[in-house]
């Protein structure tokens, strides 16, 4: 796979003209082309920052808009077919779209903590001895990459994450977990993600994190969102039971805890 499918900048991203598809009787899905890239997930967002934008205004066909969501290359918009013209609204999405000018990443950037002890990064060691580096060297490249959030799925609040360094790019594992614990840091290929919650996965297992990605008492409930960056730094087993319990209880403070002691972020 290309570079830029493993969230990499692409030296030569072409760009086709946005494809309209209907998703049903309540959605419209706008494509901007069949590749993970940065650029290409630039015009999506600056798509939905535009459909949200006409959808504010209250002003036919927007208004009828209940919901927007930006994939890797693809932006949707759920609308409720009895209050507008669905055809209408297609097109005048799909003449947006061909407006639209990419929009750099403006999500949120997130420092958040992670914990590298073997029980909570049991494919750590694997994964360092496939690549031909240390369990340290592993960690120290994770540490210093920035992961981009393209988009939430498979589990509320999951985010695929690129910006996987490219010593550290490995497929799945052969066989799925039948449970992968909740905050658990996987890579697979050029993605980054965390579960949310305990599920079935088959990424390789490399830390974990105390944060939660879901909450319900949060609002919006799900921490990351499409366009935001993450960062981690290490913490010990003592502080991960720590910030994991304060989680639990509901006191534990995400922006107070999301930057390490004298940190800058």
Known sequence: ?????????????PCPAPRLLALGDGAWTVEFGDAIDPALH?????????????WATGAAPWRAVVDVVPTFRSLTVH???????GMALGDALLELAQQTTARPSAGRCWR????????MAPDLDALAARVGLTAEAVVQQLLAAAFRVYQIGFLPGFPYMGGVPAALQVPRL???????????????????AVYPWVSPGG?????????????VRRDPPALLASGDTVRWFAIDEATFAEL?????AGSLDVMACGSPPGGDG
């Open 1 to 13: 796979m290309a570079a830029a499918a493993h969230g990499g900048v692409s030296a030569a991203m």
């Open 42 to 54: 630039g015009r999506v967002m600056g798509l939905a920052q535009a459909v949200r934008a006409a």
């Open 79 to 85: 609308y409720e077919p009895l209050a507008c013209d």
């Open 112 to 119: 958040l903590p992670a914990c590298f002890a073997p029980a």
């Open 174 to 192: 052969p066989s799925p977990r039948k449970a992968v614990p909740a905050g658990s840091i996987a890579l697979a290929g050029g993605m980054c």
């Open 203 to 215: 990424w390789h297992l490399v830390g974990r994190t105390p944060v939660p990605l879901f909450d």
């Open 244 to 248: 994991q319990a304060r989680a639990q």
